[in-house]
């Protein structure tokens, strides 16, 4: 069960409001600043991409496809290591921490740039990281389980407003965008849920598979070959239009809920400091492998939408994604420890 905290996240906003104007110009603007390397041509050694999440999740998915095709353009190897807990506050203060030098990276998603402002004890700060380049866009969809032997989205709601408090979802870190999204459905769809805090999508997608959790507000991509597959019902994506991946599912906009239109973003941090000419670098070997063929084909078949950025391209997008999560955020009263 999710802790209840000493602090109601309304409380947060002001000071949400107050960081969110210096972020883009302070905190993540960074990447011009410092002189490239003067030691021999960047990379000459593997590099290392922290995924702050569970293997088998979407975070992980994108991060071993695009490492493929880095590999290809910076001429090192790529290796992927997870390094989980704390709602990605475990691999990010990991990566904030280590050598400037851009051979440890971290692929990050909302939870990276909203957990330094939503908690106090944040173990680590946005200054800290520098962005690098986008990698790729999804929707969220509400997955529910075939152990509830509910067919339809009309008959889930009907049964959670019947039986408030009896439902239970997944959540990836509490405040993270899973989590942020089910209290939004919550919320606007009436109905009282218990959010199980998970480390990874693999073991949500277990107990939702089992029955043991109710639904889940997963990335796309990890849910459509269970849909496919008949393992898991997929009732609404939040995406504006329906999703081409699977035209047959609804958008929460066309069901009655324009409020659930949000999605994820995925992308590329590096430590504070790191010289630009790395930034430059890594940055272009990532759009490169975004706009490479065979990864769109398999990710744009999956519901996810490659594309890399430059690092301020990827500022100014994290600083409008916070404001958008901050509205979001802002009628829910959700407290965070």
Known sequence: ?????SRPLHALVKMLGSALAGIASATLLTTVSHPASAQGVYPDKPIR????????GTTDIVARQFGQRMSLALGQPVLIENRTGAGTMVGAEYVSKAAADGYTLLVGSPSVWMNPLLYKKATYKLSDLVPVSTMA???FVLSVSPE???SSFGDFIKYGKGNP???SYGILGVGGPSHLVGKLFEQTAGISALDVPYRGTAPVMTDLIGGRINFYFDSISTSLPMYRGDKIRIFAVTSEQR??????????KELGYPKLVVDTIWGIFAPAKTPAAVIDRLSKAISQAAAADDLR????GDGLVPKGSTSDEFAEL???DLNVWVQIVKPLNLQLD
């Open 1 to 5: 069960m999710t802790r209840q905290i």
């Open 49 to 56: 991409l922290i995924v702050p999440f569970a293997p088998g």
């Open 137 to 139: 866009r999804a929707p």
């Open 148 to 150: 509830m032997k509910i």
């Open 165 to 167: 408090g009896k439902l």
């Open 243 to 252: 999703s081409p991946a699977a035209p047959d599912i609804p958008t929460f």
């Open 297 to 300: 084909a398999g990710m744009l």
């Open 318 to 320: 994290i600083q409008a």
